[in-house]
């Protein structure tokens, strides 16, 4: 569960103010989408490492659980890495607000949501979202009933005291239901725009190019060596993490002996 949260976390509370909604005599829109989504200032800090940082100390400190810090974290940060896909792509080392873009599918949120939606469908991104949904079909085990009972339920506090008042068979299907969607998803915008309209297919790099995709300037030699000195840097510290604790490790099995 907290894995699926941290993965819909970035755009939950942003992406319809991108597309603009229509409510009595008033039309909520952002004036400059992509800024708005993406950009400083704005919520593009919600798509940066920081923020899934954030959000786990909050879980772990204040709500004391660690296994809702390290998903929610894992599922925030999957987003956040994968936006980098696009030709905007996000502030991943915020407050550092330069763009990590590798421009493998276009950027269309500014034209908004059915546009957006038969831009993606028709590109790089929709190929994508299948390599998920097929790597999900040939791990079809984790679906199963005794894999949610004897290794997700068991694994995170929520699950049993959601069972106090919920049925396991409603738990099941609730577990089942981000896969489920997902395909359901990709399958019911891919019929919309290539069978109930007529959206061409572009997956060359950056496509689709028939749609006005926005494009965040590309980093410059200065911005490229941060970039890699701030990933050099976060490399470091894991593997010195991971020495110190097999030294802590190897010291405390010694002590036994």
Not at 24 to 47: E, I, M, S
Not at 220 to 234: D, E, M, S
């Amino acid at each position: 569960m907290p894995l699926l949260l941290g993965s819909y976390a970035p755009d939950m509370m942003s992406k319809w103010f991108v597309y603009g909604v229509h409510i009595g005599g008033w039309d909520l829109k952002a004036t400059d989408p992509v800024q708005f989504h993406r950009g400083w200032p704005g919520v593009g800090f919600t798509h940066s490492l920081l923020y899934g940082v954030i959000w786990a100390l909050i879980f772990w400190r204040v709500f004391g659980s660690k296994t809702w810090a390290i998903s929610f974290m894992i599922g925030q940060w999957a987003h956040a890495i994968t936006d980098t896909g696009d030709t905007v792509g996000t502030m991943l080392f915020f407050p550092w607000t330069i763009h990590i873009h590798f421009g493998a599918w276009a950027y269309a949120g500014q034209t908004g949501r059915l546009t957006d939606a038969a831009a993606y469908f028709s590109g790089p991104g929709a190929v994508w979202d299948l390599v998920w949904i097929v790597l999900g079909i040939f791990s079809w085990r984790v679906l199963t009933r005794s894999y949610f009972e004897q290794h997700v339920f068991t694994a995170d506090a929520f699950w049993g005291r959601a069972n106090r008042y919920i049925p396991m068979t409603a738990l099941l299907v609730a577990y089942r239901a981000a896969f489920f969607y997902g395909t359901c998803r990709w399958i019911a915008w891919s019929l919309w725009a290539h069978v109930v309209h007529s959206y061409p297919y572009d997956i060359s790099w950056g496509g689709p190019h028939w749609v006005h995709a926005a494009h965040s300037p590309p980093l410059t030699w200065p911005q490229l060596v941060g970039v890699g000195a701030i990933i050099a840097t976060g490399v470091a510290i894991f593997f010195a993490s991971r020495l110190e604790f097999s030294r802590k490790r190897w010291a405390a099995l010694r002590s036994r002996t």
